[in-house]
């Protein structure tokens, strides 16, 4: 009795300590064999909760880069001397913003199983065209779709 007590002791410590893949065997009938069973199902509940969150965070740190993007693209499209103050303050802003996308991807990182990139297909026109529609820009250009890392 006291060596599985000790034993399901270490293994809480062990959760306690970022391990989420832990679990306890399940020895006997008893109330500590309850406890064990209680203890995995736990276990598994946080890991799947802090999966689900790491998979959230990754997913809206994505969601963000997308419209940081066009928004540099629109920014070059202005042209140098177009707007100087303007153009410097947002250029700042979108620099706060990619920290702050860096941090939640970070965040997504930690402690996280490392699992195959999600590649997807980008439309190089779609997008050029797309920025010089909002700056009254014009645009020619031949369609090209290249693959890209999902994450940026």
Same mark, same amino acid.
């Given at each position: 009795?006291?060596?599985?007590?000790? =034993?399901?002791?270490?293994?809480?410590?062990?959760?306690?300590a #970022?391990?989420l893949?832990?679990?306890?065997?399940v020895e006997?009938?008893?109330?500590?064999?309850e406890?064990?069973?209680?203890?995995? =199902?736990a276990?598994e509940?946080?890991?799947?909760?802090?999966s689900?969150?790491?998979?959230?965070l990754?997913?809206?740190s994505?969601?963000l880069?997308s419209?940081l993007?066009?928004?540099?693209?629109?920014?070059e499209?202005? #042209?140098?001397?177009?707007?100087?103050?303007?153009r410097? =303050?947002?250029?700042?802003?979108?620099?706060?913003?990619?920290e702050?996308i860096?941090e939640?991807?970070?965040?997504?990182?930690l402690?996280?199983?490392?699992?195959?990139?999600?590649r997807?297909s980008?439309?190089?026109?779609?997008?050029?065209?797309?920025?010089?529609? =909002?700056?009254?820009?014009?645009?020619? #250009?031949?369609?090209?779709?290249i693959? #890209?890392?999902a994450k940026l």
């Amino acid at each position: 009795l006291t060596g599985r007590l000790v =034993r399901l002791q270490q293994h809480v410590n062990e959760l306690g300590a #970022g391990d989420l893949s832990v679990r306890v065997e399940v020895e006997g009938k008893d109330e500590v064999a309850e406890l064990a069973c209680s203890f995995n =199902r736990a276990a598994e509940r946080i890991q799947k909760l802090m999966s689900a969150q790491k998979e959230t965070l990754a997913s809206a740190s994505h969601e963000l880069r997308s419209p940081l993007t066009r928004i540099r693209m629109a920014i070059e499209l202005m #042209g140098k001397d177009e707007h100087i103050e303007l153009r410097e =303050r947002i250029e700042q802003d979108i620099s706060e913003l990619d920290e702050l996308i860096e941090e939640l991807l970070t965040a997504s990182r930690l402690d996280y199983v490392a699992r195959p990139q999600r590649r997807e297909s980008v439309d190089l026109l779609a997008l050029v065209a797309e920025e010089a529609v =909002r700056v009254d820009a014009q645009f020619e #250009g031949k369609p090209i779709t290249i693959p #890209g890392d999902a994450k940026l």
